[in-house]
């Protein structure tokens, strides 16, 4: 059986047992499957975490250095910034839209949720300039610090930095360059390894989810959550394999079956940073994606790009509005989309951090920021469906990135 359909299996697996765990809750059998479930599942996010960092660096370090000595990593970069700008903007419009025509919030009875708004503790004011200074300070750091605190955007930085330096140097560098490469090289074969595991983490990553999480707390909100969930599919499935399709040259077919164990790892861990060693391999090995490109746009991308929050933090912003009874002009719309086209470039790639850049986009506008503790209990379950939307739109931006500098002469790779 091939790893991708062990994969489907795995998750598919994982979901029925956790539906069956929560046929005997209090039960010996459910302490002794969750205790299982945890133990694999945190091998699994635990390996992948470990190579998170080294990865990024030395990915993002060759990649940069081999595009600059062909002279393409301005070209690069300004087609991917231009990718991530367009799909956000799309779906961030999307966002709005389904939110309006829905109607979402729109008659729900706000005095319902009056008890966990007036619980949760009101956060510090987040305004565009603040998350702006904080991103500034929390960028530009020692790498040392970031490598330990495992901060994505400050080794994404430092690493492109010396990527450039390393072509700037010319021959007296090439032994760093080369030791570079094999150690991106060394990195690549531990995630076929972790590869391997992949049915087993999904499958107990699911199972945890399905036995932990109260689904019947979505009911509460199930329009909302429908329509979001809805329109993030339909980002998913039909806006995003169309660009594909137009830009990329590319079948969605293809692009499915190739991408399917990162997109699955998505769904499960709601992580697109524990998620990118996963979508590297995809993008090189089944989507043929050359390594300097892969290496350079899916890093950034992880961080960058997020069409799946953008779009989640249009409508969530607009669902609170309705459901306060405030209708948003269309100059506090447009706010909106700004502030959330911001709070999801500068989200982590981690669980419910558009939860958190959530709030700057409710304030943008005058909304109450206590208003997402009524988003809160659906986080997670909404979390998985926009990781994947995240995920893919990066492996696909690699994928049009790629044709489009697929005729410029690359060096070959020092090795
Ligand atoms: N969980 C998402 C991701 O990792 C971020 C978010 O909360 O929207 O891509």
Redesign the pocket.
């Known amino acids: 059986m091939s790893l991708n359909t062990q994969i489907l299996m795995a998750a598919i697996f994982g979901v029925a047992f956790g539906f069956l765990m929560n046929l005997f809750p209090q039960t010996q059998f459910f302490d002794v499957s969750l205790y299982g479930l945890g133990i694999l599942s945190s091998v699994f996010i635990g390996l992948l975490k470990m190579l998170l960092i080294p990865l990024i660096f030395s990915s993002i370090v060759v990649g940069v250095s081999n595009l600059q000595a062909g002279g393409q990593l301005s070209r690069v970069w300004k087609i991917t910034l231009a990718c991530c700008v367009t799909t956000t903007t799309l779906a961030l419009i999307l966002g709005l839209a389904c939110a309006h025509i829905f109607q979402v919030g729109k008659g729900v009875d706000v005095v319902m949720f009056q008890d966990a708004m007036s619980a949760h503790q009101t956060p510090d004011t987040l305004t565009p300039a603040s998350f702006f200074t904080n991103f500034i300070q929390n960028t530009l750091i020692n790498p040392f610090k970031a490598f330990a605190e495992g901060n994505v955007l400050a080794v994404v930085v430092f690493a492109l930095l010396i990527g450039v330096a390393l072509v700037k140097g010319g021959d007296k560098f090439r032994s760093v360059r080369k030791l570079s490469q094999q150690f991106f090289d060394i990195m690549m074969l531990m995630i076929g390894w972790v590869m391997k595991l992949a049915p087993l983490g999904i499958f107990a990553l699911l199972a945890k989810l399905i036995a932990t999480e109260d689904l019947s707390v979505l009911s509460r909100l199930a329009e909302f959550a429908a329509v979001v969930t809805g329109t993030t599919i339909f980002h998913g499935a039909v806006v995003l394999p169309l660009l594909l399709w137009i830009f990329g040259k590319m079948s969605p077919i293809t692009f499915f079956k190739g991408t399917r164990a990162a997109l699955i790892t ?1 769904f499960a861990t ?6 990118m060693p996963l979508s590297m391999k995809c993008a090189q090995e089944n989507l043929g994606v050359r390594p300097q490109t892969a290496g350079f746009v899916i890093p950034l991308g ?1 961080q960058l790009n ?1 069409d ?2 953008a779009l ?1 933090e249009a409508a969530a912003a607009l669902f609170i509005a309705n459901l306060m009874g405030l209708d948003l002009s269309l100059g506090q719309q447009l706010v909106v989309c700004a502030t959330a086209m911001i709070a ?1 470039l500068g ?9 958190v850049t959530m709030i700057m986009v409710l304030q943008s506008v005058g909304l109450p920021a206590e208003a997402i503790a009524i988003l809160l209990p659906i ?1 997670r379950l909404l ?1 998985t469906v ?2 994947v939307v ?2 893919q739109g990066d492996m696909m931006i690699s994928v049009v990135v790629d044709r489009h500098t697929r005729d410029d002469e690359l060096p070959e790779a020092i090795r």
């Open positions: 998505a709601s992580s697109s940073s524990a998620t992880t997020m799946g929050t989640y999801s989200a982590p790639g981690i669980p419910s951090a558009g939860m986080d979390d926009r990781t995240n995920v």
